[in-house]
């Protein structure tokens, strides 16, 4: 199959575009689109056929449910049972925003967008483009990120490229995606609502607004609430060291010692820094990911780097780790689901 190409404005679509991704997407086809997170891989959420070949252009386990994009809170009540008074709060505050709702689903919802399970988790997104396709397609949009199942989120049409060319009907380009990493995912369906994932919506956002929020602990027993987040996920080829600790300057000494060690054994070392901490590393490799003062600019170019260390074919990544609090929780969070090895350094 042959990708089609489309390059729009973020901020004004072009209407004729728009009217071509959204009849695609009516016919059963699949359309890559930004998101104020990262890029989409779109589908008719209500056509069971076409979310299907979601799973299968990017290698997807059936199991792991997908989120449907809507442009009004009117659309969610056709995916949904029930809408609670504490949803609505929600999406009236962080919608358009970066905060997917896990609620109970309707009949409507096939099965293949919600994995069988008796929950849809939905979202609006922040962007023009993504809100103009929904609208286009006069449909809900079921849409994971656009990249191939185990690799970064992509973040930009030529990520999607790298993934996804000849598998889909067509990429909507409209530049970066400004957040860069995933929404926050908020199970509502418990008596304290639980966050699945952190992303753009902190906790403390949300617990103003509803007060407790509770965060899902990272390993469970029994079956994962999120089964997205039993797969390692945004991870690299090679095998990435993550360093995190009580100063800068422990962290950088300790990544130090650690790339000379894997250097001394002739193995190509890629370190990933901050800017702030990439003059540490000159004669390394060092791809940076942002401002490490700044976790938003962490955020914003985070899977970009993770893909260009995947680019050098390096034997080992030794990353320098961001503390968790705001959005650092969402980018420390996706570091560590890329580590495969993670060192505390106290002293
Ligand atoms: P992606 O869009 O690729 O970032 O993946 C969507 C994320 O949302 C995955 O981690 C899914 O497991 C999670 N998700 C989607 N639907 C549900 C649901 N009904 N219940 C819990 N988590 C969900
Ligand atoms: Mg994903």
Known sequence: MKTFYWRVDAFQ??????DRAGFIIRQGGLVAFPTETVYGLGADALNAAAVERIFTAKGRPADNPLIVHVRSIEQVYSLVAALPDRALKLARAFWPGP???VLPRSREVPDAVTAGLDTVAVRMPAHR?????INAAGTPIAAPSANASGRPSPTTAEHVRQDLDGRIEAVIDAGPAPVGVESTVLDLTTAVPVILRPGGVTRRRLME???NVAVHPE????PPRSPG???RHYAPGAPVILVEGASAALVRNKMRELAAGFAGRGMKVVILASSESAGYFRDYRCVTYGRHAEPATVAAGLYDALRRCDELAPDVIVAEGVEPGGMGTAVADRLRRAASEIIKVTR
């Open 99 to 101: 905060l997917t709702m």
């Open 13 to 18: 679509p072009d209407d004729r575009i728009m």
């Open 229 to 231: 987040m039993k797969y």
């Open 219 to 222: 390993k469970t027993e029994g």
């Open 209 to 211: 607004l509803i007060g």
């Open 129 to 133: 483009v993504a809100l103009a396709l």
